[in-house]
């Protein structure tokens, strides 16, 4: 009899396993079934600021991907300083593809990192007070960004289960990972110097931007709270990082020992590091790694 329970036991859960899909298998939808399988809201008020909208991507047939239900938030990059929700639709593409959830953020922009870190959290408090009109699954959430974004991203990765860090993320939110295109996640000092001393104007404009509370560079101390290596533990959820080995912006030493940190557990994180890689990806780079984005979500 005991054998019997144990065989229908493994019986359930094969079968279970069996219907939950893959991402990577998931056929990517034609430009035409993107178009009458969403309805997208948007310029989603969720502050006061006319920067804090987003846009609302609803798949209507996200729950088929049951576990794999994941709502992506991305955030673009543009130093904290330019750009919009609108340029950077590249890096949505390929959830749309696949049928997925997703929140195209922006955020308050020319004000400097600390404001900037803040509307990600304000974004994901005011979509669980909206939970009926966007039925967004908040319980696998997936942060994500490029750059700038990707910094954010992983800032509120990692300070979610930080009792002492003030800007709280409201019950009802789990993250399920992070994946980081070229965000700064240490070295951010680094990357003040690389701006607040480039001859192109508006790259000195962006250093100078960056921290406005200072006039001169930034104080050590001030800059380790926007770092998120400074908050990573083991009980961070995964987190999936490119950066390339020629970034202008976000060099690649500054993400050497957050790197190492992430290769304790390579089973939860996965790094792509391209030696040849510039800041922002190729087309041909970014397809690739997306490829290797579904095999780390099919994981979570």
Avoid at 40 to 65: P, R
Wanted: hydrophobic residues 40%.
């Amino acid at each position: 009899m005991h054998n019997n329970i144990l065989g229908f036991g493994l019986f359930i859960s094969l079968a279970f396993s069996a219907c939950v899909p893959k991402l990577v298998a998931v056929a990517n939808k034609t430009d035409e079934q993107i178009k009458t399988t969403y309805q997208v809201t948007k310029d989603v008020a969720y502050g006061t600021d006319k920067e804090q909208t987003m846009d609302i991507y609803l798949s209507g047939e996200a729950k088929k991907l049951n576990s794999k239900n994941f709502t992506v938030i991305f955030l673009h990059g543009g130093g904290y300083y330019i750009s919009d929700k609108s340029k950077e639709e590249r890096y949505i593409r390929p959830y749309l593809k696949k049928g997925m959830n997703i929140v195209n953020l922006n955020y308050r922009i020319k004000r400097g990192v600390p404001v900037a870190t803040e509307d990600l959290t304000n974004a994901l408090n005011y979509l669980v007070t909206q939970r009926e009109k966007y039925p967004l699954n908040l319980d696998r959430v997936i942060l994500t960004g490029f750059s700038a974004g990707a910094h954010i991203a992983s800032m509120v990765a990692v300070t979610a289960n930080d009792p002492a860090y003030p800007n709280k993320l409201a019950p009802g939110i789990k993250i399920a990972g992070v994946i980081n295109f070229s965000g700064p996640v240490d070295g951010l000092d680094v990357v003040e110097h690389v701006f607040m001393n480039n001859e192109v104007p508006i790259m000195k404009e962006i250093g100078m931007a960056l921290f406005p509370a200072t006039t001169d560079y930034a104080p050590k101390e001030l800059v380790a709270k926007y770092e998120p290596i400074n908050y990573f533990d083991k009980n961070d959820p995964p987190f999936f990082v490119w950066h390339g080995g020629k970034d202008d912006q976000v060099p690649a030493s500054t993400f050497e020992k957050f790197v190492v940190l992430l290769e304790k557990d390579p089973n939860k994180n996965t790094v792509l590091f391209l030696p040849e890689g510039l800041h922002s990806p190729s087309t041909s780079e970014l397809a690739s790694a997306y490829e290797k984005i579904f095999v780390f979500l099919d994981k979570l």
